[in-house]
Structure formats: structure tokens, C-alpha cells
T-cell receptor, first 107, second 113 residues
């Protein structure tokens, strides 16, 4: 079983819809959670960085962390064609720099 | 200005050759990384350097040797290239080595013929 599970998609939504992307993880030592967006032939671009359980909002993006369920989500409101990309979740324990990535969801 | 830049962007070479990939960051970060992204888009860390010192060395063949001449540069040298080395290699950096988000370059696409 992988440490981080992410549905690979592809996910197709109409313009203007709310998109929900999710990751589950098994290692309870993960403390910090990130979402990256990767366009084709580009490097991952950091979208959100969170620590505590709860919600964090930045523009059209909301990151949600539920440590008790080991579940994180990224919501994209008013989705646009320019949001078409692969979205990667990543997480790290509190004492290391090694990021563990999900496999990415293609939107 | 590109924050994390890698050269070359594309590298096509024969099996058995030796090649290098260079990475530079102008963010003033202390920590740099090399990742490998396979054909299924899975990103896996290979190495990490903090202030020119190796802090992460995942189970990577000895043919891969990172070198950090200074905090802003981390190069990757690969000896005796094999078909399985074909992948996209990403360089990244973070401000410190613990609990920091990482910023990625645009990758080097390595193809082995």
C-alpha cells in the first residue's frame, strides 16, 4: 500500500463548477501538507501549504486537512479552462525535508 | 527571473554514456533537491543537500552522483546511462531543510536510446 493515495483521474468538469481533489495517507507522522499544480512539460508549482487541521483559503483555492481521518482535499471554485493540469498532493513529517507525493490527479 | 533553473531542458543520449544536469536557484534558499518523475508521473526524491551537505540519499544507484559547489547550485552527474534512466529529472529548493515548501524547476527530459 502506498503511503499517499490519490485518484489519478482524469477528472472532467464544466467551466464554473467546483472541483474537489482528494488524497488519503497512512503515515500519521505527516504534519505538513501541500498541493502542487503541474502543467504539461512544466515543473510542479506550489499552490497551498498547510499545517493544522481545518481550512485554508487563497483566492479560488481552499485546502482542507483532516488529520484524524488522514484525508486532505483541495477545492477549486469557479473552475476555468486554465485550471486544466495535474494536481499533486504532497506531505512531510515534522522532522524531515523528504516530501512524499501522491500520484497526481489530471483535471 | 526564473527562480529554479535547470539545464539542459532536453537530453537525448546513448546507453552507456555519462551526462550531467545543472541546477541553479536564485531564491537564497539553503536546501536543494533532485527528484525523478517516471512515465506514470510519480515524483520520487533522489537527493537533498543543505548548505552543500548531503542530507538525503535515497536508494539511488551509485551511477548517480550529486555535487553542490555552493548553496545556489546542485548538479547531477550520471555515469553509464541505462534505458531505465529515461525520465524527467526535477531540481527543487526550499528555504530550510525541515518543514518547508519546495519550489521546482521545469525539469530535464532525459531520453536514452
Amino acid at each position: 500500500q502506498k503511503e499517499v493515495e490519490q485518484d489519478p483521474g482524469p477528472l472532467s468538469v464544466p467551466e464554473g463548477a467546483i472541483v474537489s481533489l482528494n488524497c488519503t495517507y497512512s503515515n500519521s507522522a505527516f504534519q505538513y501538507f501541500m498541493w502542487y499544480r503541474q502543467y504539461s512539460r512544466k515543473g510542479p508549482e506550489l499552490l497551498m501549504y498547510t499545517y493544522s487541521s481545518g481550512n485554508k483559503e487563497d483566492g479560488r483555492f481552499t485546502a482542507q486537512v483532516d488529520k484524524s481521518s488522514k484525508y486532505i482535499s483541495l477545492f477549486i471554485r469557479d473552475s476555468q479552462p486554465s485550471d486544466s493540469a495535474t494536481y499533486l498532493c504532497a506531505m512531510v513529517t515534522g522532522t524531515a525535508s523528504k516530501l512524499t507525493f501522491g500520484t497526481g490527479t489530471r483535471l | 527571473d526564473t527562480a529554479v533553473s535547470q539545464t539542459p531542458k532536453y537530453l537525448v543520449t546513448q546507453m552507456g554514456n555519462d551526462k550531467s544536469i545543472k541546477c541553479e536557484q536564485n531564491l537564497g534558499h539553503d536546501t536543494m533537491y533532485w527528484y525523478k518523475q517516471d512515465s506514470k508521473k510519480f515524483l520520487k526524491i533522489m537527493f537533498s543537500y543543505n548548505n552543500k551537505e548531503l542530507i538525503i540519499n535515497e536508494t539511488v544507484p551509485n551511477r548517480f552522483s550529486p555535487k553542490s559547489p555552493d548553496k545556489a547550485h546542485l548538479n547531477l552527474h550520471i555515469n553509464s546511462l541505462e534505458l531505465g534512466d529515461s525520465a524527467v529529472y526535477f531540481c527543487a529548493s526550499s528555504q530550510e531543510w525541515v518543514n518547508q515548501p519546495q519550489h521546482f524547476g521545469d525539469g530535464t527530459r532525459l531520453s536514452i536510446l
